[in-house]
């Protein structure tokens, strides 16, 4: 049997900003754009691993008014699940994302004393993303 991660959710409350973000400053490409019942999610990919996909969506869509509000709160504090990414050039990818008006740097890339040499940011929706260099 096999098993694999087909895909990642990330929450966004401005999800223009959010593609942005991850389609020009990480380097993933739009595989596809839905939405249904007044809500818009959008699925990337990386030309590497086109299937896994990450899912940016918003954090009213399919669930009820209340946990909606619950997990905006949330996401406004930067208290949801961090996203960890590996890409094979780091110091790259951090210039294009600190070129961008939407991301905070929590970290610039740094050699770690468990072996790896990565960056800490914020996404435009408040998301913090690790990024390591392969």
Known sequence: MTIQISGVHVLA???DAA????????????????????FRWVTLVSDTHPDLELV???PHAGRSQA???????L?????????QLRVTDLDA??????ASADAEVLQEP???????????VRDPAGNMVRIAQA
């Open 19 to 38: 593609v942005a973000f991850y389609r020009d400053a990480i380097g993933f490409s739009v595989r596809n754009e839905v939405e249904n019942s007044g």
């Open 110 to 120: 740094t050699e770690q004393f468990w072996g790896v040499r990565d960056a800490a």
């Open 93 to 98: 990818v951090f210039d294009r994302i600190t």
């Open 13 to 15: 409350d401005d999800i």
């Open 67 to 73: 946990d909606g509000d619950a997990i905006a709160a």
């Open 56 to 58: 940016l969506s918003e």
């Open 75 to 83: 996401l406004a504090k930067g208290a949801l699940s961090m996203l």
